[in-house]
């Protein structure tokens, strides 16, 4: 298995701009998480989804933040428009119950989307 | 409401010495337990879980923990430092009472093993 897939790597755009992050689970996985990290908040939950379905969306900055998730196989993260304080590290992770072990979840992180914003 | 803490924001320690990095945690029901590993520019791996039975669970590259329920604690060992082990930790905890899936993770402790 590729592991969880998040692309682009690096972005680097200027603040006003959309910006727009993509991650594709594990396959089979049926929870969505996304993330932020920074040196100063650390890692924040965003925003996790169940079955394709927002479930706690809590921990959205604000609304210029938006995140989507069309099917099981991927999932976006907007940013509309981007300031500077939105520069960080953002991660996609997914979890799926094991066969047989019901209620047993490890989060699979993907390599994360290194963001700056000018 | 489920809360993580890890203590300290750094731990120092010489090669081939045993290290401890702290954690406790709070929950409603029964804790999922969990401790990751994140070394630079990469995302954080899965190191080890505590879901129950033995409360000294075995993990990836030498590393255990050990579930204290009367402390509330799951402090993550490793016998004999190395200086690879040299990363940011995180506990996370799940409360197994609650129907969300989120894991909330504590803020991370920086582990530096000197050679």
Known sequence: DAGVIQSPRHEVTEMGQEVTLRCKPISGHNSLFWYRQTMMRGLELLIYFNNNVPIDDSGMPEDRFSAKMPNASFSTLKI???EPRDSAVYFC???????GLAGKETQYFGPGTRLLVL | AQSVAQPEDQVNVAEGNPLTVKCTYSVSGNPYLFWYVQYPNR????????ITGDNLVKGSYGFEAEFNKSQTSFHLKKPSALVSDSALYFCAVRDDGSSASKIIFGSGTRLSIRP
Do not use: E, N
């Not at chain 1, 992770?93 to 066969?99: D, E, I, K, V």
């Not at chain 2, 995302?43 to 879980?49: H, I, N, T, Y």
């Open chain 1, 80 to 82: 509309q428009p981007s």
């Open chain 1, 93 to 99: 992770a997914s979890t799926g119950l094991p066969r």
């Open chain 2, 43 to 50: 995302g954080l791996q899965f190191l080890l879980k505590y």
